[in-house]
């Protein structure tokens, strides 16, 4: 089989929020492809991307999986990401190899946060959108409010290309308004050809038709022109300008449907191969230099039986089973061997896979996600995918002794799979820390251990990352000085530390300036004071956080002609930091996680209380269909239990999720605490 044209292939990442039916929206478009002969389900387990056991058990996406189809002669390849804000990782990475999201909202909940997310990633990326509007069967669906809420809160551009035939139960159909014919519900079996339109929807077809023009014309001079003139605009013109308008991402096309009932596929892969923009027509943005041949890593499968299965995109091609990369990080040559179409958990072996194709290849050596591989070494900077960083750590140990090794090996294939998540040694207590995006992440590898590397492990509570940092500058001048008997140790250096503060919005940092004036100190041992600083800032003082947000500026010292040395001045640097940082007035900072809860009407009051006496800060609340959601930032320690919490709190009707938002000052009673604690573990540590 020769590998499919760059011109005929659509990438598409399918993202949104955590349940909105992304599985079952790629399971119906799988079915009315003809791909599959059966309309799968996620009550009954049997869908083409949820696969895995773990998966099944809690009825949700765990991991990114890719899929294939054919529709009017085009390759479609859908990447169905997890939504709960845990399992991020895919869809960041998943954003970076395609030219289209596909982002679900639900009928009945709108734009909740992770959908909001994504969009922010889709953008940045520049990425055409769809937005398909699913679950319009159940109670209190309403396609119209969800048109608004994405106008409002997505984007202004956000326009209606179907319309729902009735609504809730008696959802029957839906309008295509840009082909201007009518899909009636298949019930879960295929759906028809394309009929006519209701009469009684004459009015409201109109109305949406015209806006949905107004919008087109809009980005199209030409047509404008016409449109003005009053011609009746033939739809292949309108399609045409449409395609134009989503592929330079200046209209979202808002579609619709019921997923689980396969209605609205139709359109929506008609709307797919129309709209978004196919890799020859929207190059990647990922270097490769001068190469013929190179793939981009960006997903990696523990497969305990297959072992290592890389995923990628074609960037230079075509590529076959014979060819042979070189991985620049490494220098190591890697022939690829077998290229897989990947199905869910099947796989169909090819013989090539051209420019702009998604594939996979099993037991590729040295290569981890976001590896770029080319036919010569060639200086190329691989894409940095923004993951979020891990936000909780829990110390794990195997239940039976002498499984460390095991564990930490199966560990490092699960975060290979996900970068996200983490291991380390904490260097205090010498515990493996397992870190996270959140509690469910961790567990699932847990579960993962267990099933796919036979190691049983116990999660220990989780541990909150604290941070210091200094509110005020302060000066500190050290002399480390042995000089009895032998060749002694001299240095001596002077610091000035002050607050660094963060950029926009980041990380905080650390920076290290050289003011050395006349050469009181050489520059070779400069760098010494550094190293010490950073080791010393490795545990501040108070709770034996890392410290950050501090510029360290070296004035002043003085050196030994003979009795100098690398390590004496970095003995000096951490010393005297240490006493610089206390005077420098020390603050504990704590993560403040964005949480958004959403829980049945009658339930707000007891939740709202709840939050505030855990110090949350309520941030809004919407009400929609007899369940509010309530948005707040609240403290992560006072949140790592909060499951149980919420479901006594709601009879288990609640639902949430949360991310990391910033680091805070933790308020001065809270403080002491911590660091009361501290002192007391690190005595019962030295006993
Ligand atoms: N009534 C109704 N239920 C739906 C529809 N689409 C999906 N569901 C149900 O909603 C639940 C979640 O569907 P999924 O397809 O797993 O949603 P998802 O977005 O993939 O979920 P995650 O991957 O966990 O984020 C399942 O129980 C589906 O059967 C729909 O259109 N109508
Ligand atoms: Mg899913």
Redesign the pocket.
């Known amino acids: 089989m020769p590998a499919t044209e760059p011109g005929k292939i659509r990438n598409i990442a399918v993202v949104?929020?955590?349940?909105?039916?992304?599985?079952?929206?790629v399971e119906a478009l799988l079915f009315q492809a003809g791909k599959t002969n059966r309309l799968g389900?996620?009550?009954q387990g049997t869908?083409v991307s949820?696969w895995d056991d773990d998966e099944h058990r809690r009825?949700?996406?765990l991991s990114g999986t890719l899929s294939h189809l054919e529709w009017q002669g085009r390759k479609i390849n859908l990447v169905?990401c997890?939504?709960?804000a845990g399992f991020q990782a895919d869809s960041y990475a998943a954003l970076r190899v395609v030219e289209g999201a596909l982002v679900?909202l639900s009928g009945v909940m709108g734009v909740e946060v992770n959908s909001s997310r994504v969009w922010a990633r889709a953008e940045e990326y520049g990425l055409s959108r769809v937005v398909f509007v699913?679950?319009?069967?159940?109670e209190r669906a309403d396609f119209f409010r969800v048109l608004e809420a994405a106008r409002t809160q997505l984007s202004e551009r956000c326009v209606a290309i179907q319309l729902p035939i009735g609504a809730e139960h008696e959802l029957s159909g839906v309008v295509d308004l840009l082909h201007m014919c009518a899909y009636m519900d298949p019930a879960g079996g295929k759906e028809g050809g394309p009929q006519p339109i209701p009469d009684e929807l004459a009015d409201q077809v109109q109305e949406y038709r015209e806006k949905l023009l107004d919008a087109v014309v809009e980005t199209n001079e030409d047509l404008m022109a016409r449109y003005l003139e009053g011609e009746e605009l033939p739809p292949e013109d309108v399609a045409d300008a449409l395609k134009g308008a989503v592929a330079r991402d200046e209209i979202y096309p808002v579609a619709c449907?019921?997923?689980?009932?396969n209605l609205g596929t139709t359109a929506l892969l008609d709307l797919l191969v129309e709209g978004v923009p196919s890799p020859a027509r929207k190059g990647t943005t990922i270097e490769f230099g001068d190469a013929k041949q190179a793939v981009f890593i960006f997903k990696t499968i523990a497969d305990p039986f297959a072992g290592r299965i890389s995923c990628f995109r074609v960037l230079a091609g075509p590529v076959t089973g014979d060819t042979t990369l070189v991985d620049p990080r490494t220098h190591a040559k890697e022939r690829l061997g077998q290229i897989l179409l990947l199905q869910g958990k099947d796989n169909v072996p090819v013989d090539a896979l051209g420019v702009g194709d998604l594939g996979a290849v099993a037991k590729l050596k040295d290569v981890v996600t976001g590896d770029v591989l080319v036919d010569h070494e060639v200086p190329v900077e691989p894409p940095h995918i923004d993951f979020p960083q891990p936000v909780m750590s829990f110390a794990v140990s195997p239940k039976a002794k002498g499984d460390e090794e095991k564990m930490a090996a199966g560990l490092r294939r699960l975060s290979e799979e996900d970068p996200t998540l983490q291991m380390r040694r904490d260097p205090q207590t010498g515990e493996q820390l397992l870190s996270g995006l959140s509690q469910m992440q961790v567990e699932v590898a847990v579960d993962r251990l267990h099933s796919r590397f036979h190691v049983d492990v116990e999660l220990h509570p989780p541990r909150v990352p604290y941070k210091e940092t200094i509110r005020k500058e302060a000066r500190a001048r050290h002399r480390y000085k042995k000089q009895t008997g032998g060749r002694g140790q001299f240095g001596d250096c002077e610091i000035l530390i002050e607050p660094l503060p963060a950029e926009d919005g980041g990380e905080l940092g650390y920076e290290f300036v050289d003011k050395i004036v006349g050469g009181v100190i050489s520059h070779s041992f400069r760098p010494a004071v550094d190293k010490g600083v950073r080791e010393a800032m490795e545990h501040g003082d108070l709770a034996g956080a890392p410290v950050q947000g501090v510029r360290v500026l070296l004035v002043d010292g003085m050196e030994h002609s003979v009795d100098s040395s690398e390590m004496a001045f970095k003995i000096a640097g951490s010393m005297a930091f240490k006493d610089a940082y206390q005077k420098a007035e020390p603050v504990l900072l704590e993560p403040i996680m964005e949480l958004e809860v959403t829980v049945p009407d009658d339930s707000v009051g007891t939740v709202n209380g709840d939050l505030n006496s855990r110090r949350g800060r309520l941030q809004g609340m919407e009400p929609a269909a007899g369940m509010t959601t309530i948005r707040a930032e609240v403290p992560m320690a006072e949140i790592l239990t909060y499951s149980q919490a919420l479901t006594s709190m709601t009879g288990g009707r609640g639902d949430y999720s949360m991310a990391f938002l910033r680091y805070e000052e933790v308020p001065t009673h809270v403080a002491q605490k911590i660091i009361e604690a501290t002192k007391k573990e690190r005595e019962t540590a030295k006993a």
């Open positions: 949104g929020h955590r349940g909105v039916g992304k599985t079952s929206l389900s996620i009550e869908t949820d009825q949700m996406s169905d997890p939504g709960d679900v699913n679950m319009l069967d159940r449907g019921v997923t689980t009932k």
